[in-house]
Nanobody, 125 residues
Framework: QVQLVESGGGLVQAGGSLRLSCAPS????????MGWFRQAPGKEREFVAA????????SYADFVKGRFTISRDNAKNTMSLQMNSLKTEDTAVYYC??????????????????WGQGTQVTVSS
């Protein structure tokens, strides 16, 4: 059974940076699209960014464009989310997820069928 394992969360001041990573246990990412979502207390889980693993197409939520960058290293079998210029409103649990949609960097949460356990990102003012 493949599991997704996130790492890299933590506490940072507003304006700072963090880098999240995601790796599958026991298997490669294959050709699946991979994404990041986040969920703040009392709010629904929302899309952050996604990347197709075959040709590297990316998509972003409007609220992170220009600040966050999603990338993948197929040789190392990892996916990352570089988060710069963090804001207090970016505070949330961030989840790595896998989608069976391979041809586009889908933003639709229902397209994702495998989730990591989440990593906490806290941005202080």
């Amino acid at each position: 059974q493949v599991q997704l394992v996130e790492s890299g969360g933590g506490l940072v001041q507003a304006g700072g940076s963090l880098r999240l990573s995601c790796a599958p246990s026991g298997r490669s990412f294959g050709s699946y699209t991979m994404g990041w979502f986040r969920q703040a207390p009392g709010k629904e889980r929302e899309f952050v960014a996604a990347i197709t693993l075959s040709v590297g197409r990316t998509s972003y939520a409007d609220f992170v464009k220009g600040r966050f960058t999603i990338s993948r290293d197929n040789a190392k079998n990892t996916m990352s989310l570089q988060m710069n210029s963090l804001k207090t409103e970016d505070t949330a649990v961030y989840y790595c997820a896998r989608s069976r949609v391979t041809w586009q960097a889908t933003k639709t949460i229902n397209d994702y069928d495998l989730w990591g356990q989440g990593t906490q990102v806290t941005v202080s003012s």
